[in-house]
């Protein structure tokens, strides 16, 4: 069967080949595990928990209505480290397609977790739909804003932890010439190197990174990943290294940080405004692509 629903998750396998598949947990509309041809692309901690009691260490959490911890918004500041989405169960909408196998999943302030909602009390409608295709990983969301009257206010980030063989042999390809903003450093600057490598801890967020860049993840020379993105300018690049994941209880094992890399595409350097009854839109779109190096225009 190509859509499978259990109490607590959701799971597709594709009609061509069931060894490509992915599982979405209900809590936080997570996608903790995309299988291509059999191999696992995600990367997820041994110590994850998937019983809602936390959000998911792994796979694809999804950030809204707050990217990080905001200090300054009247509205926004008294919310958690990355928002609500994460840590509230979504309602399971359905299927929308059979091939490639599409489902929604929906999050309103009613399903939202009371705790988040007694701080933030905003009225929104959110759609996740998941697209498994033969080759590629296309979540898509819509953001409605359900007032009408207000404004509505947020970043939107897929924060996705992709599985790779070593850190220390990894590159991150197509994003020099772009303005970061180095959240250790708190400082912002253009970055010129060829590409991106990592030799301890990063915390980058590159900025409005032009739409047509193909972000790559590049292990020894071989293309591991290929991030496209629709409508969602930002992308944060993390790596926790040795000390801030030894911090972290459920970041297992604790060598994981050398098999994981994140590239997270949001809009997280401003915010979206929604006026009341506006919608927006906005994808990631994940495969194993071509090494296809762009240059700087
Ligand atoms: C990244 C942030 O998106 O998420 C990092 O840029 C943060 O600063 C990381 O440490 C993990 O956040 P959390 O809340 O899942 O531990």
Redesign the pocket.
């Known amino acids: 069967m190509a859509i499978e629903e259990t109490e607590t998750q959701v799971i597709l396998s594709h009609p061509s080949d069931s060894s490509t598949n992915v599982t979405i947990l209900k809590y936080g509309a997570t996608v903790f595990s995309w299988k291509l041809y059999g191999q696992e692309q995600l990367w997820l901690s041994t110590a994850a928990k998937l019983d809602g009691s936390k959000?998911v260490?792994g796979g694809i959490?999804l950030v809204f209505p707050v990217f990080?911890k905001n200090e300054s918004d009247p509205l926004l500041s008294k919310l958690p480290?990355?928002g609500l989405a994460r840590n509230s169960t979504w309602e399971f909408l359905g299927q929308v397609k059979s091939n490639p196998p599409t489902v929604q999943f929906g999050l309103n302030p009613k399903l939202s977790n009371p705790e988040m909602t007694k701080l933030w009390s905003e009225d929104f409608n959110l759609i996740l739909t998941v697209e498994l295709g033969s080759d590629y990983l296309k979540t898509e969301i819509e953001v409605e804003n359900l007032s009408s009257s207000k404004e509505l206010k947020f970043n939107w980030l897929f924060?996705t932890y992709l599985k790779i063989p070593d850190i220390e042999d990894t590159m991150i390809s197509n994003l020099v010439g772009m303005k970061l903003y180095d959240?250790l450093l708190k400082e912002s600057f253009v970055d010129k190197h060829p590409c991106v490598t990592f030799h301890g801890e990063k915390?980058v967020i590159y900025q409005n990174v032009e739409a047509d860049r193909v972000i790559q993840v590049v292990n020894q020379g071989k293309p591991v990943h290929t991030v496209k993105r629709v409508n969602l300018p930002d992308s944060?690049v993390?790596n926790?290294w040795i000390e801030k994941s030894g911090g972290?209880g459920d970041f297992e094992p604790k060598t994981g940080y050398k098999e994981m890399v994140?590239v997270?595409p949001g809009h997280v350097h401003d915010f979206v405004v929604l006026s009341p009854g506006e919608k927006w839109t906005a994808a990631q779109i994940l495969s194993k692509d071509e090494l296809k190096y762009q240059a700087i225009q």
């Open positions: 959000p260490r959490p990080g480290q990355h924060h959240q915390d944060v993390w926790p972290m994140c997270e």
